[in-house]
């Protein structure tokens, strides 16, 4: 979990040492989690995000089935959707914007490998347009909100 949903690189580092506590004594609480990971992980003092942010993101991922309601939402847009009507994604972090960016692909016009064709379809037809290929906040954007530095948005035309 802390793998796959995470991006951990120090993921079974990390689940080895919750392992250990747990067979000591149960984790109680996330203050206690979040402990944990910092012995687990090798990491600089001076860093802005904590080491157990990935780990409780993935927890989070996992226990609320975030990947798969995003693709079921995204799937509904498809007849939700008037022609005209823009489909428009923030997506916070890689495994999000992959599920989005595959999805826009996937039920998107292709363009022409040559620049002087026109836009072609797919033998079927084609339901999105691409508006914006992953639009990332400006520097000023990140010092109003810092939250935003790991932001993406892309956004879809409905055909």
Do not use: W
């Not at 747990?22 to 995000?49: D, G, H, Y």
């Amino acid at each position: 979990i802390i793998f796959q949903y995470g991006e951990e690189r120090e993921s079974r580092k990390i689940a080895r040492r919750i392992c250990r506590a747990r067979e000591k004594s149960s984790i109680e609480t996330t203050l206690q989690l979040a402990e944990i990971v910092e012995q687990a992980k090798s990491f600089k003092r001076n860093r802005k995000i904590h080491p157990a942010t990935k780990t409780f993101q993935a927890i989070r991922i996992f226990v609320n089935e975030e990947l798969k309601e995003l693709k079921e939402v995204l799937a509904a847009t498809i007849n939700l959707l008037n022609k005209g009507g823009r489909l428009v994604v923030v997506s916070f972090h890689g495994l999000e914007d992959k599920i989005v960016k595959s999805f826009i692909k996937e039920h998107a016009v292709k363009a022409a490998n040559n620049r002087y064709m026109p836009e072609i379809k797919t033998t079927e037809q084609a339901e999105f347009k691409l508006v914006t290929n992953g639009l990332k906040p400006t520097i000023s954007e990140i010092s109003d909100n810092p939250r935003a530095r790991s932001a993406i948005m892309r956004v879809a035309e409905k055909l």
